[in-house]
Nanobody
């Protein structure tokens, strides 16, 4: 089976940190662009960060810049999103994805993009 499974979401206080994991099974994750997206209630899903399989370049979009770090561990076939200095506006369901258009401006899903089920991140005092 080809799957992505997210984990690591939690309730944290503002200023705290979380590390989200995205475990791939049924395929080799590092062959594809990897991305993290999020969706808050009443808002559209937006790209947070992605890493290109072409050259390994990582991209961060708007609010993620300077606070989040995307990475991958080929041995574990797992991608990560390290989130620091969390803000209440970071509250959302976070999704990992494989295979997309990953570039400097945004991460754009394509027809064959594979999605995880999402993990809830809540930032509140």
């Amino acid at each position: 089976q080809v799957q992505l499974v997210e984990s690591g979401g939690d309730l944290v206080q503002p200023g705290g940190s979380l590390r989200l994991s995205c475990a791939a099974s049924g395929f080799t994750l590092d062959y594809y662009d990897i991305g993290w997206f999020r969706q808050a209630p009443g808002k559209e899903r937006e790209g947070v960060s992605c890493i290109s399989s072409s050259d390994g370049t990582s991209y961060y979009f708007d609010s993620a810049k300077g606070r989040f770090t995307i990475s991958r561990d080929n041995a574990k076939n797992t991608a990560y999103l390290q989130m620091n200095s969390l803000k209440p506006e970071d509250t959302a369901v976070y999704y990992c994805a494989a295979n997309m258009r990953c570039g400097w401006k945004n991460a754009i899903p394509v027809v064959s993009t594979l999605w995880g089920q999402g993990t809830q991140v809540t930032v509140s005092s």
